[in-house]
């Protein structure tokens, strides 16, 4: 069974920085799309940052873009978002997904039954 798993995810101080890990598991396939999204109650999830399953382009959305740093080695099933100068517009659980064979803008959509989720790892920005 495939598996995401994702850590990281902590309290900071506003300006601050944090670096989350994913690791998918499960599975001998390499042509997957990986991506973080993101969620704050009441609202809809948000994809931050992806990448397509063949690499090497990155979709990040306006609001993380500059700031946010999304990394892969290619074909591997780990990734990471390396977060810098975090403000509390930042709060929310962090999401990592994936997805076989699609690019990186459609994988940062989101709207996917095959897509595979996390568990989510907490971010909380104060200031």
């Known amino acids: 069974k495939v598996q995401v798993e994702e850590s990281g995810g902590d309290s900071v101080q506003a300006g601050g920085s944090l670096r989350l890990t994913c690791i998918a598991s499960g599975t001998t396939q390499d042509d997957y799309a990986m991506g973080w999204f993101r969620q704050v109650p009441g609202k809809e999830r948000e994809g931050v940052a992806c990448?397509?399953?063949?690499?090497?382009?990155?979709y990040y959305s306006e609001s993380v873009k500059g700031r946010f740093t999304l990394s892969r080695e290619p074909w591997s099933k780990v990734m990471f978002l390396q977060m810098d100068t975090l403000n509390p517009e930042d709060t929310a659980t962090y999401y990592c997904a994936i997805r076989r064979g699609v690019k990186h803008t459609t994988m940062c959509s989101g709207y996917d039954r095959s897509i595979v989720w996390g568990s989510g790892t907490q971010v909380t920005v104060f200031s």
């Open positions: 990448i397509g399953w063949s690499g090497p382009d990155i």
